[in-house]
């Protein structure tokens, strides 16, 4: 286990600088391992926030050209390539040169399938760290600052030289530890506490599903488990979409909301648009709350009184007497 703290805490990673420029990668994911201190379970397939720790990760690195899953096969979120050390156990030094045999990027992103808060900024910043330096690997620090090879950035032609001498040297990869790796690379190092944690114990997978229903969390953690469920890569502005329904609650009726914000999610996809298509359908849509909510709030025109019982009606929905009273 890798030990979790809140964002925030001494070791949480800082943010990725604006406007960095992507780098192109690929990516491979290790997730065959035995777990044997969650008593044999399937790791990968244990959920955290209704999605399973692999799909977790492949989320992250959905940016990735090729990924590449070491592991045998299963249904996932994402489309992968499925690769598998040989022999099947024969450690993460093994499995990653299984992985790395089908990638064609310089650059590699090496994770294991456990890292529940992964995502796509700190891919980003490691991969943005490699590409700027001398570095042959970018490798995050826990929350006590140890080293973590399995969630990092490598340089694949730099990997592969150093897999080669050790196969040449040792007869094959399996069974070395990845520090035999790690050791004959000129390294780099990132520290965040949370992007770290992984999940090795069921009190980890207990933290995992804590953490994210925090209040600060489970509205981010809730929008990106339904977009990956829904197959929607689309990133659109929260804030703008909560404002919008805020204001057809309250200028309309409360059951407005939740239908204004679909239909402004239909109108956008009809238009084939991205970003800039749900901007516009929100401002037309808030345009509109905001029109009635002050339609609504308008004091009557001055003038004479008028009968406000509906006609044909005294209010009460009784139909009055066709005859006078005699």
């Known amino acids: 286990m890798t030990a979790y703290r809140p964002p925030g805490d001494p070791g949480a990673g800082p943010a990725p600088a604006p406007g960095t420029a992507a780098v192109a990668y690929d990516a491979v994911v290790l997730a065959g391992g035995a777990a044997r201190r969650l008593g044999g379970a399937d790791k990968p397939g244990l959920r ?20 590449v899953v070491v592991a045998d096969p299963r249904p996932t979120a994402r489309p992968v390539v499925w690769a598998r050390e040989d022999p099947p156990g024969g450690g993460p030094l093994a499995a990653f040169a299984a992985g790395l045999r089908h990638t064609t990027a310089e650059h590699v992103l090496v994770v294991s399938a ?34 973590q090879p399995l969630v990092a950035a490598y340089r ?7 897999l080669a001498g050790l196969s040449d040297e040792r007869g094959g990869l399996a069974g070395l530890p990845l520090r035999r790796l790690t050791a004959a690379l000129h390294l ?16 980890d997978i207990a933290t995992a599903r804590a953490r994210i229903r925090e209040h600060g969390h489970v509205l981010d953690e809730w929008i990106s488990a339904a977009k990956d469920e829904l197959g929607i890569d689309l990133d659109v502005d929260i804030t703008l979409l909560l404002d919008l329904a805020r204001d057809a609650a309250h200028g309309v009726a409360r059951p407005a909301a939740p239908l204004t914000t679909f239909l402004v999610g239909y109108a956008a996809g009809r238009a084939a648009g991205g970003p800039e298509a749900v901007a516009e359908a929100v401002r037309k849509a ?8 002050e339609e609504a709030a308008e004091p009557a025109p001055p003038g004479p009184a008028t009968n406000t019982v509906p006609p044909g009606g005294d209010g009460t929905g009784a139909r009055p007497d066709s005859q006078p009273d005699v």
């Open 48 to 67: 955290v926030g209704g999605r399973a720790l692999l799909d977790r990760v492949l989320a992250a690195a959905a940016g990735a050209n090729t990924t």
């Open 114 to 147: 456990d890292l529940p808060f992964l995502d796509a900024a700190v891919v980003g910043r490691l991969l943005a760290e490699l590409a700027s330096g001398p570095a042959d690997a970018v490798l995050l620090t826990d929350a006590e600052g140890r080293d």
């Open 156 to 162: 694949a032609g730099a990997v592969r030289r150093v």
């Open 188 to 203: 780099s190092r990132v520290p965040d506490a949370v992007a770290s944690f992984d999940c090795d114990t069921w009190d």
């Open 286 to 293: 808030e345009a509109l709350a905001l029109r009635w909510a």
